[in-house]
């Protein structure tokens, strides 16, 4: 039976939370969003939401790295296989999927590891893909991300610097993609993250519970309709979804052709420079983050809001910060 | 099979390293290293995001193509390290499926066999664990990897260059390791805007459209491999006056490097470079500009080395400072230039600007605070600084949790999986090596329990799995807030020395909880929490005031230890007591404030013997000495230090302590 989620439209508030989530689904090289904040503000039930109005990429049948059949670049040891086999490669469409990535996990079950039956009935090696294989293409979501063990979080930032999982493990050798938007929720009450891992999300949210008193009353009158019934409240909210997935969809076509002017570059560097920020990554996510957003929004001109809302999402965690101080959004 | 082919596929998403805008420093060490592996490697540390994994990775584009066994062309192997590599894949282990198929023990050769003649890249090399690393660096000193494992014996040649990148941040490298590594340079992000605006164009362009970009720069990166092949060539030609070999020496000598490796990085790299320029003799330019990428990683402070002047020439020759100012002209050997115009004189620009930003830096100290008389305020956080190791690396107990304080073998199924063992704990099986134990009598059984089963494991081949993992230790601080703290600075430099132990904490994932006691009474201010960064807050807006109730502190650190000490027994505490010792605030027991404290911090010591105590002196330097601090250590049976002890000695001192 599949477990109804909370729809990401009936979401109160939190509009630039669920605008970085959104941003990521068009973009996948924006390379996630760390959202942090209190107990209970919706974090988890927006990630787990964004499942349902995630678009669609052609995968190839029964590859268990999501390969995609039309880039021979990044085929998987396993298409390669079959090619080599001289078959043909056959592909189908699905949903792009959110990988959870328990902090218990451990470090063999992350980058995959020996298939220990394969090796015990036919004495040869086989790799037993892991969770990185699975969250090629897709959105990997680290729950508590803070709390995730040190030597996890090390390979995940080895894999995540270059799009590849290595694996050298086992008397295996074996590389394969490992493309994968990396969406974080923390509650910063319990410890920082690690100054090299907050790098690898594109785009940070700090949010807190709301104050106004009307949406809390909202809220807690759409969760209750939903526990009394989830099935009909999905449905109820089918319209809004459907509506945000084809916005998305729109969205993503119309990225490609996004133009963006000479000072509008200017700009955004010397956002960078004003800030104090480490390091070149935050130009390159602005920049992006602004195109994005100027497709979501219709245009194919990127203009001064949009970088003043990329700037916003992409800046915040990586001012130079003293040791210790504070993350202001 | 697999892998190598994926790898090549990988080439074609490279960002070419002629492409690579500034960063002249870091781009040259790469290039001298390619020329001449000789010259030990390179660590490239630097903040995130400044194409320190770019440019080493680029680099494997640019070796020249090598012939192999059977007189093919192929291009040189670049090995990307990654950090949950196991021992046996670095340095070579038995081929289980040889072993099965033909019952023969056959070396699967390792990581190191394959990256013979090419460069193995480690990403984020603080991160490795420590003993790959050391297998590593032996390798890469002595050019050969020796086997000795699971009955096969056998040894192979493995040259290679090595680079590593680091973010130091997140840590340090034990100097001995750092040592190792032939070349050093730091990088940071470019300040100049039209060059970041370059940066981030050619970034778009790339990701835009990889390949065209990537042809846009092939004429580039084949001159680039053509230019390192030539200098390999004209290497083996390239003489030092022996007037230069002396002006090393002194540099070595000035800068108080410790060791020689120093003095043969340099000579390597200044031929190297003078190859680099098509030049047969090595000029004072050469070791000018390749002496820093040396020193730096191997010198006391951090300061720019000191260079002697350049000594005479022994023949009346074109004058060094006519030929310095020729060289940028000359320089057409310099990794090319960037597409865009102008660039150049930028990016030098940039390198002023920010040396002048350093020096900026250092001039900002904390101003004095006023003198007060108030009762209650609060001081500013001192200076920081690196504090030094407190415990040797400790791998014989086993315990739980997680941190980077101390390696130790881990009990549960968590940790980095580093070897097998014959024990097998928790069901933890090690299946590689347990079938690879079974593999040579594979043949035999088979012959006489027939063919039912693929494969024959008796528990005697069983294998169980090793894991590391890094602990971190629980750090309590006990910080003297009354008011005679609040005198000459006191407390501004307890907190820095607090702070700085705080920096260390983060650094390895320790817990931390802080009590302060002044007034009448002391109070948990934080308790045991991972969060560094809570305690450092709490720290910033620490008051000051009031009388010193010692014996209060410590009754209160009891109560705390025994808590930590009942939930988590496996840990060793660390309990940091800052203070003066001038308790006068007791605990009513009609005994004065000062005896008091001296009979619990007996009691403490006797009641936590594995708790390592440590206490800091306050009390200033200068006046009469009540050496009070130092009697509640004695009865503690603690570590007795004064501020100033807490900074890490220096490398020297370091690295002869640990030969």
Not at chain 1, 10 to 38: F, T
Not at chain 1, 85 to 99: A, C, D, M, P, Y
Not at chain 2, 320 to 345: C, F, L, M, V, Y
Request: charged residues 30%; negative net charge; contains cysteine.
């Amino acid at each position: 039976m599949k477990k109804v989620t909370f729809p990401f439209t009936a979401i109160v508030g939190q509009e630039q939370m669920k605008q970085a989530l959104i941003l990521n689904v068009i973009n996948p090289g924006l390379s996630g969003v760390l959202i942090r904040g209190e107990k209970g503000t919706a974090k988890s039930t927006a990630v787990r939401a964004l499942a349902e109005i995630l678009p669609e990429i052609e995968v190839v049948d029964g590859c268990p790295y999501q390969s995609d059949p039309h880039k021979a670049d990044s085929l998987s040891p396993y298409c390669r296989e079959l090619l080599e086999k001289g078959e043909n490669l056959k592909s189908h469409f699905r949903k792009i999927t959110v990988t959870e990535l328990p902090i218990s996990a451990t470090e063999d079950r992350v980058v995959g590891t020996l298939d220990l039956e394969h090796a015990l009935k036919h004495g040869k090696k086989k790799v037993e893909p892991g969770i990185l294989a699975a969250a090629n293409r897709g959105i990997l979501y680290v729950d508590e991300v803070n709390l995730l063990d040190d030597h996890v979080v090390d390979v995940l930032l080895d894999s995540a610097a270059m799009g590849v999982n290595t694996i050298e493990r086992e008397g295996i050798s074996f590389s394969h993609q490992a493309r994968f938007t990396l969406v974080g929720t923390m509650n910063p009450e319990e410890g920082e993250l690690r100054p090299q891992l907050l790098d690898r999300f594109g785009l940070c949210v700090t949010i807190e519970g709301l104050r106004d008193p009307k949406q809390r009353i909202e809220v807690i009158q759409r969760r209750m309709a939903f526990e009394a019934d989830p099935e009909a409240y999905v449905i109820s909210c089918r319209k809004d979804s459907e509506a945000l997935t084809e916005r998305i969809r729109k969205a993503i076509e119309l990225l490609p052709s996004v133009n963006v002017g000479d000072e509008m570059l200017d700009d955004i560097v010397h956002r960078s420079l004003n800030a104090g920020v480490d390091g070149h990554r935050s130009d390159i996510i602005i920049l992006k983050t602004a195109k994005t957003l100027a497709a979501w929004r219709g245009r194919i001109q990127v203009e001064s809001v949009d970088i003043d809302s990329a700037a916003d999402l992409a800046l915040p965690h990586r001012m130079r910060r003293k040791p210790f101080q504070e993350i202001n959004a | 099979m697999e892998e190598g082919d994926f790898m090549k596929h990988q080439t074609r998403n490279l960002f070419p390293f002629a492409a690579v805008l500034g960063q002249e420093q870091m781009k040259l060490s790469l290039v001298l290293n390619a020329i001449h592996p000789g010259i030990g490697g390179v660590l490239i540390r630097g903040e995130k995001g400044t194409a320190k994994s770019t440019a080493a990775r680029a680099l494997s584009e640019l070796l020249p193509r090598m012939e192999n066994a059977v007189g093919e062309s192929i291009s040189a192997p670049f090995i990307d390290l990654p950090l949950s590599a196991t021992e046996d894949q670095v340095i070579g282990s038995m081929d289980m499926e040889q072993a099965i198929v033909y019952g023969r023990a056959v070396l699967q050769p390792g990581i190191l066999a394959r990256v013979h003649c090419g460069i193995l890249y480690i990403d984020e090399v603080n991160l490795l664990d420590d003993h790959l690393v050391d297998s590593i660096l032996d390798v890469a000193s002595t050019g050969i990897n020796v086997i000795e494992r699971e009955g096969l014996s056998s040894s192979h040649l493995s040259e290679f260059v090595l680079v590593g990148t680091m973010n130091p941040e997140e840590g340090d490298l034990r100097p001995q390791l750092l040592d190792r590594f032939g070349l050093c340079v730091d990088i940071s992000g470019e300040k100049d805007p039209l060059v970041r605006k370059a940066l981030l164009l050619s970034r778009e362009l790339f990701d835009a459209d990889t390949s065209g970009f990537r042809r846009r720069f092939d004429d580039g990166t084949a001159l680039l491999r053509r230019q390192i092949g030539k200098a390999k060539e004209l290497l083996a030609e390239v003489r030092i006056p022996s007037h230069l070999i002396q002006f090393i020496a002194e540099i070595c000598n000035r800068n108080h490097v410790a060791g020689h490796r120093a003095d043969l990085v340099i000579e390597r790299a200044a031929c190297a470079h003078a190859a680099w320029k098509e030049r047969l003799e090595v000029s004072v330019e050469d070791i000018t500009l390749v002496a820093p990428m040396a020193l730096l990683h191997r010198m006391r402070n951090a300061d720019a080395p000191d260079m002697p002047p350049p000594p005479p020439q022994p023949e009346n020759r074109e004058d060094d400072q006519k030929e310095a100012e020729e060289s940028p002209e000359t320089d057409d050997r310099q990794p090319p230039p960037p597409p865009e115009s102008g660039e150049e004189e930028s990016s030098s620009g940039q390198d002023a600007e920010n040396s002048a930003d350093n020096q900026e830096d250092e001039r900002e100290l904390p101003l004095p605070p006023p003198p007060s008389e108030s009762i209650e305020e609060v001081h500013a956080v001192g200076d920081s600084f690196k504090v030094k190791r407190f415990r040797k690396d400790d791998l014989k107990h086993v315990r739980s949790g997680s941190g980077r304080r101390s390696r130790t073998r881990s009990m549960t199924r968590q940790g980095r999986y580093i070897k097998s063992s014959h024990r097998v704990v928790n069901n933890d099986l090690a299946i590689d090596a347990t079938l690879r134990a079974a593999a040579p009598y594979q043949k035999s059984r088979h012959e006489l329990q027939g063919d039912a089963q693929a494969i024959y494991i008796i528990k005697a081949d069983q294998r169980g799995k090793i894991r590391e993992r890094r602990v971190g230790s629980f750090m309590l601080f006990v910080v003297d807030a009354s008011g005679s703290m609040g005198a000459q600075k006191r407390m501004q430099e307890t907190k820095g020395a607090v702070m700085s132990l705080l920096l260390d904490a983060y650094q390895k994932r320790d817990k931390v909880a802080m009590i302060s006691f002044r007034g009448r009474e002391s109070s948990l201010l934080l308790p045991p929490t991972n969060s560094v960064d809570m305690a450092a807050k709490l720290l910033e807006e620490m008051p000051v005031g009031g009388r010193t109730p010692l014996p209060h502190a410590l009754a209160e650190t009891e109560r705390l230890l025994e808590r930590v000490l009942r939930k988590e027994p496996a840990v060793i505490p660390m309990a940091f007591i800052i203070t003066d010792g001038r308790a006068n605030a007791g605990l009513d027991s009609g005994k004065p404030p000062h005896e008091e404290a001296l009979l619990m911090a007996r009691r403490l010591g006797a009641l936590f013997p594995q708790v390592h105590f440590i206490v800091i002196d306050t009390e200033p330097q200068n006046l009469i000495k009540l050496g009070l601090s130092r009697k509640i250590a004695e009865a503690l049976g603690a570590e007795y230090l004064q501020t100033d002890d807490l900074k890490a000695e220096d490398l020297v001192a370091i690295s002869k302590q640990q030969a």
